[in-house]
């Protein structure tokens, strides 16, 4: 059996241990805000935070994620610092790859509070947006972390 | 749709069920599903209802994919309704014709509805002045709805629309042309920057796309097709498959019957308690295919080929004055072959649906640009009436035009038949890029004749292409009207001498529309050809391109020997106009500094290219620096004149995302084939423009404008590719004459 915290709530699992935290979190605890993309862990769909750090949820297996804390993008509320910067911004199209744009640009933030511009490209190259959004993602990151655009 | 006329019916002819009496609806009639706008106690429209309480329910009838097209409708509505948006309830429609078409494809939501739409809201809002005139006994002149109320100044009356519903519903439909509409000036909403109706949800979480969709009791499904094109199924093998825990079943899906249309591809499904299951189960089937005719397909051999097709006489498909009389006549001549390859719409959602069959009926939620079609193709494959299929439609994660062919919905309600059950089906990003209808590939070859100046007194334009025409007819050869409309024979050139010529194309694969469809190709043909001439005569790209526009004017395409298609539009509303083309090169010139720009070599240059395409004209000028085999754009600008906007922020985000989705098919988006096999499966193979990669600031300029409401999603991206190209050219000295460039520039 595994055990986790999953958005601050301890969860058991007794299901087969290789099986993606991607579809874990989907199927089953309905944590739909986390999507699929390729899994691969080519385009940043699926990204969550595992004990504070951006992963791809379709490249961490459940046996991988034991004992640890696991955060989705329904833990933030539409409260984090990098959610108001997008509603301010207008940042989503579609809106399919932002959960996990939002995430890996909170965790981002979390470990550099000023990123550079390289910095951003660094982090954020991994999360494909097909619907182009990307300069108002760095723009939405820089005003998140109170940096000049 | 198109005739918006106006009349007053008495529900009760239309409705057994429902509906209080005395309510009114507008237009056609009403389908057995009825929305909440149809049940509200006002609805003098399909597209709005207003209920007691004072909520107006507005419908969004056109599908979500990223353009804002679903807040954008109902934002224009509610601003001539004088409804507070925050009392404003946007409603997703069904599937239903009564709503007119709701293909969300074409880059035309706005323009086909805006009349429509505001002319309802426009009717709604006199009846509810003319209501609270009857109910004060004054003049309904002296009536005026303001923010969500009517009020009498002169008396200092004021009632809500709530409290006005009802007896608004009771009065005759006024005259369409005794409507008045809001001026620019008394707009609320419209321009103003309010977020799109889904904005929090998406950046929470929460929005549910096809993906997310679920029914109660249902199994996820994993479908293996032929990897050829039209193969057959021989046998399968799925005993290891059963053991695998989760999986319930696995059933098979019959091959579509040519023409394929929208139909499933036929194959092996993989039937689970959840995805993960029916992907672990997938891996374990045995399957034999016979692979058909298409299994010595080779894409490379099959491009030579389109380009050497493009070299010889084809089909006229444009002719004026004499070409080849011109050619002999000439003080140069320039020629070139340039091509494009198969690409994927790859949006980030893969095809997602889920559906139920039962008692002979469909119900379905779907990622679809095109419920009507999702209610079509169902009912096809099930032999049932279209009107027993009922297609809630979904948030779209992408769309790009992958979304309006609606196979992955039928397979899905085929499944439930078969098993009883409801049935979600996803595709994987495997099967997404293996199995796509792709873009078509191309092969053109340009040929000019040039006077002394270096400007050309003859233009032959050439181009070979397997037709989406295939869809519908597996014999096609020669493109549709609107593919050759589509930026190459409505070029609008100042010569005397001008041909365009298509050649046949066997087809050997699925080919569907893309985002900006035949544009792309002839785009990337005829701007980077210009470029090239004016290279020859040593001119500036802008002024040279100008020179061949020739003065501002109309033109009547339909003369020029051809049927011109001008996306479904008449010519004299949406004429074909070089001042307007002009006039968005000359905007673009002076944003991005063209005059004074870095003049090229050493790795740093700006190209430029202007295209007029879903009635839209566009010019962009590009940055390039070339480092290796790595292009960086650091600034691109984007000149448009779309006609009137209704949401400026959504136009300038579709204009920014056009640089990048064309950035992607210019420098790196690319399917192959070979032995029928597509060569690419996900994103490590089929690549586009990653952060790094997108041109770090697309400056878009909009020129405002009263003429009518033109295409905004898709004309962004045919002048990308050829701009990127040129810049590259005056970059490093390197003409690429074959997209994606990335594979020249590496060469």
Known sequence: ?149 | MSENTLHVVERRAFLKYTFGAGALILGTHVEAFASSADTAVFHPSVYLGIEPNGTVILIAHRSEMGTGSKSTLPMIMADELEADWKRVKVEQAIGDEKYGSQNTDGSCSIRDFVEIIRTAAASARTMLEQAAAQKWNVPAAECQAKNHFVVHTKSNKKAGFGELATAASKLPMPDKKSLKLKTDSEFRYINKNVPVVDQQDLCEGKGVFGLDAKMPNMLVASIEHSPVYGGTLVSFDAAETKKVPGVRDVVTIDRFKPPHNFQPLGGVAVLADTYWAALQGRKKLKVEWNLGPNASYDSDRYRDSLVAAAKQPGKIVRTQGNVEAGFASAAKIHEASYSTPLLSHAPMEPPAAVAEFKNGKVVCHAATQNPQAVQETVAGALGIDKKDVTCHVTLLGGGFGRKSKPDYVAEAALLSKKVGRPVKVIWSREDDIRTDFYHSTAGMYVKAGLDAGGKPTSWLHRSVFPSIGTTFDEKAEYAMDLEMGMGWNDLPFDIPNHQAENGPAKNHIRIGWLRAVANVYHAFAIHSFVDELAHLAGKDPVEYALSLIGPGRKIEMNPVGMKYWNHNQDQKTFPVDTARLRNVIDLVAQKSNWANRAKGGNGHGWGFAAHRSFLTYVAVATEVKVEGGRVRIPNMHIAVDAGKTYNEDRVLAQFEGAGVFGTSIAMMSEISVKDGKVQQSNFHNYNVARLPEAPETVHVHLIKSDAPAAGVGEPGVPPIPPSIANAIFAATGKRLRDLPLRKGLRA
């Open chain 1, 1 to 149: 059996m595994i055990q986790l915290k999953v958005n601050g709530a301890t969860r058991k699992f007794e299901g087969d241990p290789e099986m993606p935290l991607l579809w874990y979190l989907r199927e089953l605890l309905e944590l739909t805000g986390t999507k699929y993309g390729c899994g691969m862990g080519l385009c940043g769909a699926c990204t969550v935070h595992v004990d504070g750090k951006a992963v791809r949820g379709c490249q961490t297996t459940m046996a991988s994620a034991a004992g640890k804390s696991v955060v989705t993008i329904e833990a933030l509320k539409g409260q984090h610092p990098v959610q108001k910067a997008w509603m301010a911004c207008n940042v989503p199209q579609c809106g399919y790859c932002q959960s996990g744009q939002i995430m890996q640009a909170a965790a981002l933030l979390k470990e550099k509070p000023k990123p550079t511009d390289k910095d951003i490209d660094d982090a954020m190259q991994g999360n494909i947006c097909r619907c182009g959004t990307y300069q108002r993602i760095r723009k939405a990151v820089k005003m998140a972390a109170g940096v000049r655009a």
